[in-house]
């Protein structure tokens, strides 16, 4: 089964550093995912990681431990346009080769003045 | 934008009738997936197929059912609608090779069961 952890919401103030926590606990691990969602809108893709360490993209960045089950996202240089839900998601070994992804509930952040 | 678009955006129906809803991609990607999300449950995978007439269930198959004829579209049919299936649904597609890229989602549909 799958077990994916991250905190409901959380609050950042404009220009501020954020990150956002995930535990999981998977039968199969074959990669990490972070997805931003503003509200009705559709997920999009922000970060990837396979190995342990630190991902850098611009203001996101996204770390990964295997062996502790754990990955983060840290957003600097807070905006307003940053307040969205950030979905954590982790991928498994699936029948056909398919690239399936399971889901933690997302974390709301809402970002202040 | 990964060319991938639902069809209709938002529906509303009654308990018992039949429900399909369209995933259309096109750029001939072979792995395309349902989702539905839920306050409180995130996203959760429904059918996923990896190529034409190959289908397999996901974690909330029960009730759906899923038909790819030719590439570009992947169907999800509620043969009949229950409340509890009043959600909204995401399609997706991976990019790269062996599904080893990241998944784009499709603008979603909003279906509500009455």
């Known amino acids: 089964g799958q077990n994916i952890d991250q905190p409901t919401e959380m609050t950042a103030t404009e220009g501020a550093i954020v990150q956002i926590n995930c535990t999981y606990q998977t039968s199969g691990f074959n990669g990490l995912f972070w997805y931003q969602q503003h509200a009705g809108e559709a997920p999009t893709f922000l970060s990837y990681n396979v190995l342990d360490g630190l991902e850098e993209k611009g203001r996101f960045s996204s770390f990964l431990s295997r062996s502790k089950g754990y990955s983060y996202l840290l957003l600097k240089e807070l905006q307003m346009k940053d307040s969205a839900s950030y979905l954590c998601?982790?991928?498994?070994?699936?029948?056909?080769?398919?690239?399936?992804?399971?889901f933690g509930t997302g974390t709301r952040l809402t970002v202040i003045p | 934008d990964a060319g991938i678009t639902q069809s209709p955006r938002h529906k509303v129906t009654e308990t018992g009738t039949p429900v399909t809803l369209r995933c259309h991609q096109t750029?001939?990607?072979?792995?395309m997936y349902w989702y539905r999300q839920d306050p409180g449950h995130g996203l959760r995978l429904i059918h996923y197929?990896?190529?034409?007439?190959?289908?397999d269930k996901g974690e909330v198959s029960d009730g759906y059912s899923v038909s790819r004829s030719k590439t570009e579209d992947f169907l999800l049919t509620l043969e009949s609608a229950t409340s509890s299936q009043t959600s909204v649904y995401f399609c997706a597609i991976s990019l790269g090779l062996a599904a080893m890229g990241e998944q784009f989602f499709g603008p979603g549909t909003r279906l509500t069961v009455l």
């Open positions: 750029e001939n990607h072979r792995y």
């Open positions: 998601a982790v991928r498994d070994f699936s029948p056909g080769g398919a690239n399936n992804l399971f």
């Open positions: 197929s990896y190529g034409v007439k190959d289908t």
